[in-house]
């Protein structure tokens, strides 16, 4: 199933700026649909009127031509998790999107509220990717050229989606280390985005982030 629904990450107080470019951009290619964005949320989702139309949008939008947007992620309708059971229906989500992937990538906004998430999402991380194991999805395949990504927008409610490993899209690549014990480690290293001087307030980072990557390259609310 191709995802129909674009999530752009932002920097707080650029949401509107993503949805703007975001809904010009669509309308250039024929596509109509609405953007919730929320004021200071760090994140904007749009969604096509037609879901075929989104996909087609999804698959053929240029990150390039974007300003606002850190990172672009083609997600499916927003998730809303039982507080008895968060694995089980990202786990369904991503055997829609497929069966391997180049990483997981467990997500939250870039914002005091997204930190407080962390809290949630860091020992939920072990769990997921048992569940995704368990599942015969893979999500550290070296060929995969999809990411996996889990953004939470609360404590139980998150979206699915994808990006193309290959387009590095505002993203961070991935580099090996050793824990203390001389095991290999995956930890994430900034990329320098190419005119990212020239992007508004700097580069175009990304929300904070943890999970599992592929060694080479690189509170309850519902979501807007």
């Not at 191709?2 to 999530?7: A, I, N, Q, V």
């Not at 015969?136 to 070296?142: C, H, L, P, Q, V």
């Not at 990212?196 to 599992?212: K, L, Q, T, Y």
């Amino acid at each position: 199933m191709k995802p129909s629904r674009l999530l752009l990450y932002s920097r707080p107080g650029f949401e509107r700026e993503c949805a703007q470019e975001i809904t010009s951009l669509a309308g250039e290619m024929g596509v109509e649909g609405f953007v919730k964005a929320r004021p200071e949320s760090a994140f904007a989702a749009f969604a096509a009127h037609q879901d075929d139309m989104g996909a087609d949008l999804a698959r053929h939008v240029e990150f390039a031509r974007l300003v606002f947007p850190r990172q672009i992620v083609r997600v499916l309708e927003p998730l809303m998790l039982a507080e008895s059971d968060r694995v089980a229906p990202i786990v369904a989500a991503a055997r829609v999107l497929g069966r391997r992937f180049a990483a997981l990538w467990i997500e939250m906004p870039d914002t005091n509220d997204g930190k407080a998430l962390s809290t949630l999402t860091r020992p939920l991380a072990p769990h997921l990717e048992r569940g995704l194991k368990n599942a015969g999805i893979e999500f550290d395949d070296e060929a995969a050229t999809e990411r996996l990504h889990v953004f939470f927008v609360g404590s139980l409610a998150c979206y699915v989606g994808v990006s193309d490993r290959s387009k590095r899209e505002g993203a961070r690549e991935a580099t090996r280390t050793r824990d203390d014990r001389g095991r290999p480690r995956r930890i994430a290293r900034g990329l320098d985005v190419a005119a990212g001087a020239a992007r508004p307030h700097g580069d175009r980072g990304g929300p904070r982030r943890h999970g599992r990557r592929a060694p080479r390259n690189g509170p309850g609310e519902a979501p807007p």
